[in-house]
């Protein structure tokens, strides 16, 4: 029986287990999208969420046990100057996962794992709202024989303001003379 394990193992040794994860991490962090299975991203989301997390206070406490996970310079440096800043007002969730369908080969379910706050297609959707269009009215038919009625409107409101101005140019003439 698995009373209260938690952890999924990937049915690898524990060395192994954080080899993979840490290299998983830092193509997450140097990409900001990869794609894999879905039992692996559940496990690194996991993983870095903590480490993403210390990345909000710049100190280098904080950078020795981002290093500690990692194993990469250039993936801590990547992840204090770029992520940090960015998720700095965000209280959790720095990733999200995608699934894509399964795998041709063995069947295995895939995914996408990426950092939220650098997908510009998502960011684009959520912030531009599109003006809603409302089904009421009439249809194509009654709003083409309607067009040249609205038109002559036009053109009859528009000659009735052009002589209400002829007019009025009349009536002060005739005030000055």
């Not at 830092?26 to 990409?31: E, F, G």
């Not at 999208?33 to 100190?59: C, G, H, M, N, Y």
């Not at 895939?110 to 939220?116: D, T």
């Not at 531009?128 to 089904?135: F, G, H, N, P, V």
């Amino acid at each position: 029986m698995r009373h209260n394990r938690v952890i999924n193992h990937l049915g690898r040794t524990s060395a192994h287990r954080k080899a993979l994860l840490s290299n998983l991490a830092v193509s997450l962090i140097k990409h900001k999208r990869i794609s894999t299975t879905l039992a692996k991203a559940k496990v690194l989301r996991t993983f870095i969420e903590p480490i993403i997390t210390r990345t909000k206070e710049d100190s280098t406490h904080n950078r020795r046990v981002a290093f500690s996970y990692l194993k990469d310079k250039e993936a801590v440096s990547i992840l204090f100057r770029e992520i940090g800043p960015k998720v700095a007002n965000r209280p959790g969730g720095y990733t999200r996962i995608l699934k894509l369908g399964n795998r041709v080969g063995d069947n295995a379910e895939m995914c996408m794992i990426e950092l939220v706050d650098f997908n510009e297609n998502m960011l684009k959707t959520g912030t531009e709202k599109k003006a809603k269009s409302t089904r009421r009215g009439r249809g194509k038919k009654a709003q083409a024989a309607t067009a040249p009625v609205q038109a002559s409107a036009t053109e009859l409101s528009s000659s009735a303001s052009e002589s209400n101005a002829a007019s009025s140019e009349q009536s002060s003439e005739n005030k000055q003379e």
